[in-house]
């Protein structure tokens, strides 16, 4: 349960009782109809429809499909919000009622199921109920509003779309940067923490070249599929053997592709990796494994040239500034009861949040809003069995509707209101 709100707290947030039926359907909507990343453009129109509805500054088509909205009361800090607006290539399997059924042709041209597996409708939905009560309660607070929502968080190209569509030249540079995301904890806490709060993310392609053959006839060939697999093997002595065990580091193989038939040799192998860190030294380090593994295993193996690498994607870290990380803490705990405020150790998930503070040299506060039913959540964690609750980027991963989105859209608000003083 929440605390009783007080002061301005209270009359910002004195309507989010009658907006909650809207936003739920909102939610429900979104979840029903996700968007690939870069794709996202009836999610952005509905954002940009809210917006405006609420009396904000609205363009659209920042970084593509990159919304903003700008409200300007009176003399004051500006605060940006932040929401990220893409889903993900995955099947659902939540069975719910308004569960996703749709299919979208991605950057391949292959058709794929769509599914909002990262809770983004959530972060945007949260974002259309704080700018909404905030712009209904003008009388309380002083300053500009500047809403964010990003497209393709999921390919790490979102953020630095926008801010290469000119988006720090086309809108005043905030004093703080503002988000959140819901995690699989349990339902209507808080989770917080100063400094680095999401790992460094590198995505990488590894094509591994080899010489074809007949199934019968192994001698003929340089066989890339065995290859492949002992370099899959000796990557997984980098974080084992080469790294301290007070050093954080994640390296994981998505894919491994070669071949097509049982009894045919393929003339290369595809291995897609991740990695996770957070430091820029040990980032360095492992990439450095990575690439020296890589060429070694093709040498070994007798490679007809060397294999090909190259960078996916990149997320850098995602860092909250100490000062304002109190600031919103302060906020929260005087909002919030206690226990559903914590601080939280870092995650090995990843984000381009980040790419808006560090760039627009503003400070930056990212937390964490759970999802998950907590008497769930408790059994779950009683029975040890905490392992099968459903995480970020599964089929079976949704948010309960509530309490999380009550808290989310409080938290936004509160957070705001930290900066915005009447």
Request: net charge negative; glycine share 8%; aromatic share 6%.
């Amino acid at each position: 349960m929440n605390a009783e709100p007080t002061g301005a707290s209270r009359t910002a947030l004195a309507d989010l009782e009658n907006l909650l039926p809207e936003l739920e359907a909102i939610y429900t909507d979104l979840h029903a109809h996700p968007e690939l990343s870069m794709q996202e453009t009836r999610t952005a129109g509905i954002a940009a429809d809210r917006l405006r509805a609420a009396g904000f500054e609205t363009t659209a088509g920042v970084g593509k499909t990159g919304v903003v909205g700008l409200l300007r009361n009176g003399e004051g800090p500006t605060v940006m919000l932040r929401a990220d607006m893409d889903a993900l290539p995955v099947l659902e399997a939540t069975g719910l009622p308004y569960a996703s059924t749709v299919t979208a042709t991605d950057r391949e041209g292959k058709t794929t199921p769509v599914m909002h597996a990262c809770g983004h409708d959530m972060h945007v939905t949260w974002l259309i109920g704080a700018t909404n009560l905030l712009a209904r309660a003008r009388c309380v607070w002083r300053g500009t509003l500047l809403a964010v929502f990003q497209p393709a968080e999921e390919t790490a190209e979102g953020a630095q779309a926008m801010i290469d569509d000119g988006l720090f030249e086309r809108f005043p540079r905030p004093d703080v940067v503002l988000g959140q995301h819901v995690m699989s904890s349990p339902a209507g806490e808080i989770g917080w923490r100063a400094g680095v709060v999401t790992s460094a993310a590198d995505s990488l392609q590894i094509r591994l070249f080899g010489r074809g053959a007949h199934g019968s006839m192994p001698e003929a060939s340089i066989d890339p599929v065995v290859m492949a697999a002992a370099t899959v093997l000796r990557l997984q002595t980098i974080v084992s053997r080469e790294l301290a065990a007070a050093e954080a580091a994640v390296v994981t193989i998505g894919a491994l592709k070669a071949g097509t038939k049982e009894n045919v040799i393929p003339d290369e192998a595809i291995i897609k990796l991740n990695v996770r860190t957070f430091d820029e030294a040990v980032r360095k380090r492992v990439l450095a494994a990575i690439e020296r593994i890589v060429n070694a295993e093709a040498a070994a193996s007798g490679a007809v040239r060397p294999p090909e690498i190259t960078p996916l994607d990149r997320y850098s870290l995602v860092r909250n500034d100490d000062e304002a990380t109190r600031r919103v803490v302060a906020a929260f705990r005087g909002h919030f009861a206690a226990g559903q405020v914590h601080e939280t150790k870092p995650t090995s998930a990843s984000e381009d949040f980040g790419c808006f503070g560090s760039q627009w040299h503003a400070p930056a506060v990212f937390w964490f809003v759970g999802g998950i039913d907590a008497g769930l959540y408790a059994k779950a964690t009683e029975a040890g069995r905490i392992g099968e609750i459903p995480t970020n980027h599964n089929p079976r991963f949704a948010p309960v509707i509530q309490p999380t989105l009550r808290t989310g859209v409080e938290a936004m608000v509160i957070a705001a209101q930290a900066w915005l003083s009447a």
